[in-house]
């Protein structure tokens, strides 16, 4: 598989999550708590059904892989598994409660910092190496960041909550490659909604009854957790947590677009300078990739006029 299908992969995965204001803000007057349990249990429901039915063979074989590993090994695979499942779950409470209690701006914030969290865990947790140039381009993104938190304190701690969970979340599934990604997802989502089970019945509100709340959930659990999760997953077999995690920013990128053109959120002339900087980042961090196929483009024409 060539590299350019997991970042592929990754960018999907984050242009998805960019438009999930759509599906998620009608929901703001539900409480967060409610909306997470729904989306889990909803989540865990859908796709152990999808195991069961159409991926019973790859459970087995995974089964069979699973016993044939050493202690050290099994421990490994689930402490992974469970702790990212664990992650995973954090993550969606505080982004829901920030998109929806919060605002917009703020969530998109979190996935600015995020990157620069998962590029810095990467190198010191991972070993993972960064040219010049990609250090660079982090250093351009924690200078934007700077400047969209400026006079914007509670945006920049709900934001750095948000960034680290997922951060963990990335650099942690990195090192989880032992098992079928799509199952590790399964399984973690099963583990959260095991957590959040016992929360659910003094924690949680009426029944929801409205068609609306149902039908947005759907396309949350469908468009905006199973399809760009497994996508994300996939992205991490074939490409590190520094590349994956510099693709977020183009959730945060687009959900500031609606934020100012959809959600009339106001938005400063120092906010677009900063956005525009995080672009530049975006370039610079993949230069060896942009500009590594523009040299083959190149040589091909080259070849073609010989």
Not at 114 to 130: D, G, Q, S
Request: one cysteine or more.
């Amino acid at each position: 598989m060539r590299p350019n299908n997991y970042y592929l992969a990754a960018f999907s995965a984050f242009f998805i999550w960019g438009f999930f204001s759509l599906a998620l803000k009608p929901l703001h007057n539900y409480p967060s708590l409610d909306i997470l349990f729904y989306r889990v249990f909803f989540s865990v429901a859908l796709m152990v059904l999808i195991n069961v039915v159409f991926r019973r063979n790859i459970m087995l074989q995974n089964w069979d892989h699973f016993k044939t590993m050493t202690a050290k090994q099994k421990q490994s695979v689930i402490m992974l598994t469970l702790g990212g499942g664990v992650f995973l779950s954090s993550n969606w409470f505080v982004f829901i409660y920030v998109m929806n209690h919060v605002s917009v701006k703020a969530a998109s914030l979190a996935y600015m910092i995020c990157p620069i969290l998962t590029t810095i865990l990467a190198f010191f947790i991972l070993k993972e190496k960064l040219s010049k140039w990609q250090w660079f381009a982090v250093m351009i993104s924690t200078f934007s960041c700077v400047l969209l938190s400026l006079n914007h304190f509670e945006d920049i701690f709900y934001s750095l909550i948000t960034a680290a969970t997922y951060a963990m979340y990335l650099v942690s599934q990195r090192k989880n490659s032992e098992l079928d990604k799509f199952l590790v997802l399964t399984i973690q989502l099963v583990f959260t909604a095991i957590i959040l089970l016992p929360f659910y019945p003094n924690y949680s509100g009426d029944l929801p009854t409205e068609s609306l709340f149902y039908s947005c959930l759907l396309v949350i659990v469908v468009f905006f957790t199973i399809i760009p999760l497994f996508l994300n997953l996939y992205a991490l077999k074939g490409i590190n947590s520094s590349a994956v995690g510099i693709m977020i920013y183009i959730n945060p990128i687009l959900g500031f677009l609606l934020a100012i053109f959809y959600y009339h959120e106001h938005v400063s002339t120092l906010q677009l300078f900063s956005y525009f900087l995080i672009m530049i980042s975006i370039i610079v961090f993949n230069e060896k990739l942009i500009f590594s196929r523009k040299s083959k483009s190149i040589s091909t024409e080259i070849e073609g006029l010989k």
